[in-house]
T-cell receptor
């Protein structure tokens, strides 16, 4: 089983601050996705990264895939209350069962006004 | 709305009862997944369908759990003889094949509480 460790588990910050959350594994993933989940809803895709070393930006969010495709980070600049939610990283297994998406436990972010 | 829909959204049942959840995926999506999520955890993979074929079933799914997708469209997840440990959010997701790295579109989930 390929496991994804996310840190920190909880993060509470003030509006305007910057933050970084991490997603680490000892396994190689063919691709990695970040989802955001709000209470009472299903996760919604933010980004997919495929190439080792890849960096993608989505407005104030910057995603990076590690060179070895074992880890990823999400950096948020000038956080806003609307960024509050559970951030989940999820990896597609390399190999035969690459249809399966394995999720980390998530980072619960609270941005206080 | 043409997103993934799940029914019921909430189910409260007594231990030992059977429950069934339904998932209607996005119409053209041939891949369908069931996940389970408990408080403070990420979604855990339960099972995967490609069209009507169930290609993988997690070890998390005991013999009390069964999932079907009879015509390759909607899917049902049945839990027999529910236990308190079955209390969780059951999430359905779908996506379009054949590429395996596409976005999963999730429903809003069916929350099960077993008393």
């Amino acid at each position: 089983t390929q496991l994804l460790e996310q840190s920190p588990q909880f993060l509470s910050i003030q509006e305007g601050e910057n933050l970084t959350v991490y997603c680490n594994s000892s396994s190689v993933f063919s691709s990695l996705q970040w989802y955001r989940q709000e209470p009472g809803e299903g996760p919604v895709l933010l980004v997919t990264v495929v190439t080792g070393g890849e960096v993608k930006k989505l407005k104030r969010l910057t995603f990076q895939f590690g060179d070895a495709r074992k880890d990823s980070s999400l950096h948020i600049t000038a956080a806003q209350p609307g960024d509050t939610g559970l951030y989940l990283c999820a990896g597609h297994n390399s190999g035969g069962s690459n249809y399966k998406l394995t999720f980390g436990k998530g980072t619960l972010l609270t941005v206080n006004p | 709305d043409t997103g993934v829909s799940q029914d019921p959204r909430h189910k409260i049942t007594k231990r030992g009862q059977n429950v069934t959840f339904r998932c209607d995926p996005i119409s053209e999506h041939n891949r369908l997944y069931w996940y389970r999520q408990t408080l403070g955890q990420g979604p855990e993979f339960l099972t995967y369908f490609q069209n009507e074929a169930q290609l993988e079933k997690s070890r998390l799914l005991s013999d009390r759990f069964s999932a079907e997708r009879p015509k390759g469209s909607f899917s049902t997840l049945e839990i027999q003889r529910t236990e308190q440990g079955d209390s969780a959010m059951y999430l359905c997701a779908s996506r379009l094949g054949p590429q395996n790295t596409g976005e999963l579109f999730f429903g809003e989930g069916s929350r099960l509480t077993v008393l």
